[in-house]
């Protein structure tokens, strides 16, 4: 029995565990959203840098081959126009008109006459906001200034800007690029011996960028969408490899609160937290596990259910008391050895312990060679009579197992007499604020200890009272073996045999039954001749059975020197319990 303060803490401890517990879906979720979000934001800024960086990557390679295709146009075309060779000029410049990336080129002196156009029809003076070349007219509308930062090299000055076409413009018949659209325009001045002798413009689409950098933006789309799907599956991963172990972690928090404290649980986490956590539950596990030998299991998960703190205190609530004991155990102890005679007590006990459980039974304490049980409470229960027989049932069924595997083994054999009554007790905390036991008292149990003892009588192995009897219903073969008048009653109680569940029960158990429950009757109603008559037939068929043999010399007796007017068929058990002949 532990302490007070012992099992508060411990239903304190326990209570705590569905505040920790975490719906594992959600959990997952959360995770893989948190992650995916994280992803998808870091992808999309890295893709934002990328294409940014590509696109400023490009663009200055564009510059770069524009500025180099215009200073080798320049530089030739320096001497040629030193020298007024047009004719050279003519053929040096017709090979960009194959060039699809330029869209117009022209020649102006340093007083803005045109020296060099292709088409014929061209205006005289060169006006800076009309350029001319192919079509009177082409031009462009703006200046938007330097694009790129001014250059001097030998041949002279460099300007890189952009400008807006005023005019559709054609090289050889081929649409270069259309009105309004945006170019860039390659001004570099021409220099002879230091000296400018010209200004050579050169109009480059934007096409070939643009296509270049919509090309690298696709590219780097999908590469980014690749690694988004990548990212998206090791997020789903990592998601499940912290969720899982937390999942483990919740599904054995709801065990402990449930008080499953079977198995054993390890869980490695390379995560510190989860780790600590798993280990707490472990040692949390094996504490409970300690104190659940100590205090009943169903007990503690009553209290945490309720919400309630142990104390002192009790109602009174129908119950089904069970005790068993050990025939003979005197002089089984007196021939044993104290260790043969504990390590074998011990199994015995822990085989009842084990079937009371399973059935749904509370062990309140074990009484040297014997167990007391009761049903009914902490958890109600309407059918806690027939958990009782079943029990008990397969104590006898599972002892008689256990004896032969003893005897084999040249070992004793534990014999075991079980008790068992239904009815109003009063059940709950007995002792002192310090220290407490959960545990029934009141006649109830004294009843069922004193059936248990009568088993020494008849010789049987479970005896129930008549309201176990009733409670347990039709499922069970009951005999009818005699009314008793114990001590503390003033009124007879019936008490019966279990023999067996019906379904396991032979038809010849259920005929012995049937023709001993009508001995039983004749004689409770004096009849005893027709009594006498049942139960000498039964002792021929069953010469071993004692209540035949009691209920035989009952009636024989009875049938010569028939009892008083106010016989009544209870018989008095005290001094506590009578010899067989004395019955």
Not at 448 to 474: D, F, P
């Amino acid at each position: 029995h532990l302490s007070l303060r012992r099992q508060r803490q411990m239903c304190i401890r326990v209570s705590f565990l569905p505040m920790l517990s975490i719906p594992p879906q959600l959990l997952r979720t959360v995770l893989l959203f948190s992650l995916g979000s994280a992803l998808l934001l870091s992808n999309a800024l890295t893709w934002y840098i990328g294409q940014s960086r590509q696109v400023a990557s490009l663009r200055d390679a564009y510059f770069e081959r524009i500025f180099w295709l215009s200073f080798s146009m320049s530089d030739k075309a320096t001497e040629l126009v030193d020298t007024s060779n047009w004719a050279g000029l003519e053929i040096h410049f017709s090979v960009l008109k194959s060039n699809p990336e330029v869209v117009y080129l022209f020649l102006r002196g340093m007083d803005d006459e045109i020296l060099y156009a292709y088409d014929e029809d061209v205006v005289e003076e060169y006006d800076p906001e009309i350029i001319v070349w192919d079509v009177p007219k082409a031009a462009i509308l703006e200046n938007r200034g330097i694009v790129g930062d001014p250059r001097e090299y030998q041949s002279g000055k460099y300007e890189l800007r952009e400008q807006v076409l005023l005019k559709d413009a054609e090289v050889q018949g081929e649409l270069r690029a259309r009105v309004g659209e945006r170019i860039f325009e390659a001004k570099r001045e021409l220099q002879h011996w230091g000296e400018p002798v010209g200004i050579l413009h050169i109009g480059f689409s934007k096409k070939p960028l643009q296509e270049n950098v919509a090309e690298s933006q696709r590219s780097l789309l999908v590469i980014e969408l690749l690694l988004l799907l990548f990212g998206l599956l090791l997020s789903g991963w990592v998601a499940r490899r912290i969720a899982k172990p937390l999942e483990r972690i919740t599904e054995e928090q709801r065990r402990i609160q449930d008080l499953r404290l079977d198995g054993e649980f390890e869980l490695k986490s390379p995560i510190v937290e989860v780790d600590s956590l798993s280990r707490s539950l472990g040692a949390m596990r094996t504490s409970l596990r300690a104190f659940q030998i100590y205090i009943p299991a169903e007990l503690v998960r009553e209290l945490i259910l309720r919400g309630e703190d142990a104390a002192l205190g009790g109602q009174e609530r129908e119950l089904s008391i069970l005790f068993a004991d050990i025939a003979g155990f005197t002089s089984i102890s007196e021939e044993l050895k104290p260790e043969e005679l504990m390590l074998q007590l011990s199994e015995y006990l822990g085989l009842l312990a084990e079937i009371i459980r399973a059935h749904s039974g509370t062990v309140d304490k074990y009484l040297g060679d014997g167990v007391m049980a009761f049903w009914g409470a902490p958890v109600l229960s309407d059918h806690h009579a027939s958990d009782a027989c079943r029990a008990a049932l397969e104590c006898r069924n599972r002892i008689q197992e256990l004896n032969e595997d003893w005897q084999a083994q040249g070992k004793k054999p534990f014999w075991s007499r079980i008790g068992i009554h239904t009815g109003n007790t009063l059940v709950g905390n007995v002792g002192s604020a310090n220290r407490m036991n959960y545990t029934v008292v009141g006649d109830s149990v004294n009843l069922a200890s004193r059936l248990e003892g009568i088993n020494k009588i008849y010789q049987t192995n479970i005896i129930v009272s008549s309201e176990t009897q009733e409670e347990a219903g039709s499922e069970f073969l009951f005999r009818p073996l005699d009314t008793v008048r114990v001590k503390g009653k003033q009124k007879g109680v019936e008490i019966f045999e279990l023999i067996d569940s019906k379904e396991q029960a032979s038809e010849k158990q259920k005929e012995f039954c049937a023709e001993f429950s009508r001995g039983v009757w004749a004689y409770n109603v004096r009849r005893f001749d027709q009594a006498h008559e049942v139960f000498k037939q039964l002792s021929e068929t069953f010469p071993d059975d004692v209540p035949t043999q009691i209920y035989l010399r009952r009636s024989h007796r009875f049938s010569i020197v028939p009892p008083s007017v106010d016989w009544e068929p209870a018989i008095d058990l005290e001094p506590r319990f009578k010899t067989q002949a004395d019955i």
